[in-house]
């Protein structure tokens, strides 16, 4: 049976009757390829209906009802929404008005219920915000773990003398001048990302970040702690901290910006932020997490006495949120205690599981979330850098901004913790890097109950996880995407039928062409990182809704066309526009990610509508200081948008790239 297909007025009707009716909708605005709707009760959508209404490409239900219909189409439906709703289409559509005078105080009502729900829930809002911190980091955190675990390998095994110093010493030396890139500066990486996420500046933040390093600080005549007098210690606060400090700088920084005049705000603002923020850092935040140090020591002691299978079980779960305060410190002195007392640590194999706990936990997550690949790619890259004892990938990356796998993760590794605990006299004889490397200082050759127990750390990880930690609105977006896959399979398996009408005939002509496919090679927009368009952090992208496709993010503000064909659309805030190939292959070039509220003024449109363009013709110019001040994605995103005309996608993009240079090549049926 043909689909079925609606007019442009049908195609409002419906929407409007599944986003939960018009009195439902308050505002009805477009960009280049989806309606935007505010709604003012979330509960009252049919997320479901709308995704089955014919002409809707894909549904996102966010802070915005955004419903994808496509380059070209999209305006008309949304001129149709607004003209059913008795209001002028502008670049925002204020409220209905229109005989709605009387829903007025629903209306309230219903936005302060929404409001409250939104509140309900901070820790989302809190993991979510981690995740934007950490996420943009994971690749420096591979690459310099990998490095920082051979170099891990390599110094246990110095010190345990099983390879000559004199030799290997300068080798180890040279891989930690590369470790020490990422992990000695994290506090300032982690303060820079912070303020782009919060909304502070990126280089006062960097500063905020450095300041628990202590960096100039006498240690003959050292800054005191104000609550022990005595002195403090780098790091102290730790990445919570710093994370904490930038939050209370973006607060500090959007009041004064209001408040100090233009003339000399650049100036007085960030003396003050410094002053302000930096001052209480030093002497607030810093010696608070000490002052908790402090009071740590004689809990850690009092557990250490128990001994057993509960003082591994509590040190090994509570090791990492020791380590994101910056407490783990104090615990370096019981370290070289134990050393000088028995020849061993005791400690550090059982504090050693807590990352244990993480590798079980990923691999829990990569298993019941395969499908979500953008989770996936992270846990592949971390995974080997966590066996190795290198933590911080899987912390940050992983189960931190996820909630829940975070503590089930703890939970592994006090489940390892336990095991080392009840085997006892399990010791390493130096301090070093856990996980794997850490075997070769194992004493008394025990290293076997300390791989058993990384064993029962990677199983309690994952168990934990498996049945109670995975989070579960991923695995709802994991099933749904397991279900839309479903159908397109079923659509596209043509079965031969004895007699075709000539209507069904041309459309298995269409999809089993008889002509050899045309290719049509796909070109960087930008200099910079090419993606897949899987990595967009834009979910009707990244689900490639719109279609497939990549995006660069670009070193510079020169962006050219990802094809050679005509220009056939600009859209009128600037942010999009759209090509045309001689294949027939509709190429959508969308600047940023959710930029059409910046209303075209962070862009330059260099072309017109109707002309001919190359891989060498820059299409626009994008300001994109601009867009990092405003808090938008600088993704300049190349989506193909009739996919029914593609027979296959080669080349999928994830390399640094110069501009005009072949990234994708796309056989187009014509």
């Known amino acids: 049976m043909a689909k079925e297909t609606l ?43 709308l995704k089955e209404i014919p002409g809707v490409m894909g549904v996102v239900n966010d802070e915005q009802l955004q419903v994808i219909i496509g380059p070209g189409k999209v305006n008309k439906v949304a001129n149709a929404m607004v003209a059913k709703a008795g209001v002028d289409l502008g670049q925002e559509i204020p409220q209905q008005k229109s005989g709605k005078e009387a829903l007025s105080e629903k209306t309230a009502e219903m936005k302060a219920a929404q409001k409250a729900k939104q509140k309900s829930s901070p820790l989302k809002s809190l993991l979510k915000d981690i995740s934007n911190i950490f996420v943009p980091m994971i690749p420096a955190f591979v690459g310099a773990g990998l490095v920082a675990g051979i170099a891990s390998v390599l110094t246990n095994m110095i010190t345990a003398g099983r390879l000559d110093g004199d030799t ?25 990302n912070a303020a782009q996420v919060f909304k502070a500046n990126p280089t006062l933040g960097g500063v905020i ?4 390093l202590l960096t100039g600080m006498n240690p003959e005549a050292p800054i005191q702690n104000l609550f022990t007098g005595e002195a403090l210690a780098a790091n102290q606060g730790g990445i919570i901290g710093v994370i904490f400090a930038v939050w209370l700088l973006a607060k500090l920084e959007a009041v004064l910006h209001r408040v100090i005049p233009e003339a000399i705000d650049i100036i007085v603002t960030p003396t003050l932020c410094l002053l302000i923020i930096g001052l209480t ?13 402090d009071s740590l020591v004689g809990s850690i002691t009092w557990v250490l006495n128990v001994g057993g299978a509960f003082s591994g079980f509590v040190l090994g779960a509570a090791f990492l949120p020791m380590v994101m305060f910056g407490l783990h410190q104090i615990l370096t002195p019981i370290h070289i205690q134990m050393i000088e007392a028995t020849g061993s640590t005791q400690l550090l194999p059982i504090l050693a599981m807590a990352g244990a706990g993480q590798v079980g936990a990923a691999l829990a997550l990569w298993v019941r979330l395969r499908k979500d690949k953008e989770l996936s790619e992270m846990i592949k890259g971390a995974l080997p850098v966590g066996i190795l004892g290198i933590g911080e990938p899987l912390i940050y990356g992983v189960t931190l901004p996820l909630g829940r796998p975070f503590i089930t993760a703890c939970i592994g590794g006090g489940i390892g913790g336990a095991v080392i605990g009840a085997l006892t006299n399990i010791g390493a004889t130096a301090i070093g890097p856990s996980g794997l490397a850490l075997i070769p200082l194992i004493a008394n050759g025990r290293w076997m109950g300390y791989i058993f127990g990384l064993l029962a750390g990677y199983a309690g990880g994952f168990v934990a996880t498996y049945f109670f930690g995975i989070p579960k609105d991923r695995l709802e ?62 979910p009707v992208f990244s689900q490639k809704m719109m279609g497939d496709g990549y995006f660069v993010l670009p070193d510079n503000g020169a962006i050219y066309a990802p094809a050679a064909g005509t220009v056939t659309t600009i859209f009128p805030t600037k942010h999009a526009l759209g090509i045309k190939t001689a294949s027939g292959l509709e190429i959508l ?55 029914e005309q593609v027979a296959n996608v080669e080349g999928l993009p994830g390399t640094e790239t110069k501009a005009g240079q072949a990234v994708m090549h796309v056989a187009t049926i014509k």
Request: aromatic share 4%; with cysteine.
């Open 7 to 49: 007019t442009v007025e049908e195609l409002a009707e419906k929407i409007f009757q599944e986003a939960g009716g018009m009195d439902n909708v308050e505002t009805v605005n477009h960009c280049m390829t989806r309606v935007r709707m505010t709604v003012r009760d979330h509960d009252k959508v049919d997320q479901q209906g």
């Open 168 to 192: 290997w010493n300068y080798y180890v030396m040279i891989l930690n001048v590369l470790r020490n890139g990422m992990f000695t500066y994290l506090a300032i990486f982690t303060g820079v």
């Open 209 to 212: 970040g450095s300041i628990i």
């Open 281 to 293: 850092e030093i002497f607030l935040i810093m010696p608070l997490a000490g002052l908790i140090s």
């Open 477 to 538: 977006a994991v099933k749904e995407s397991e279900a839309e896959e479903e159908k397109p399979a079923a659509t596209v398996t043509v079965q031969p039928q004895p007699k075709q009408t000539s209507e069904t005939a041309a459309k298995e002509t269409t999809a089993t062409p008889s002509k050899e496919p045309i290719d049509t090679p796909l070109y960087a927009v930008a200099t910079g990182t090419t993606k897949a368009i899987s990595a967009s952090s834009d």
């Open 589 to 643: 070039l969308h600047m940023g990610v959710d930029t059409v509220e910046l209303q075209g003024a962070p862009f330059e449109i260099l072309v017109e509508e109707g002309q001919a363009v190359t891989p060498a013709t820059q299409v626009a110019q994008v300001d994109l200081a601009q867009l990092t001040a405003k808090g938008k994605a600088s993704e300049m995103l190349v989506i193909i948008t009739n996919m």
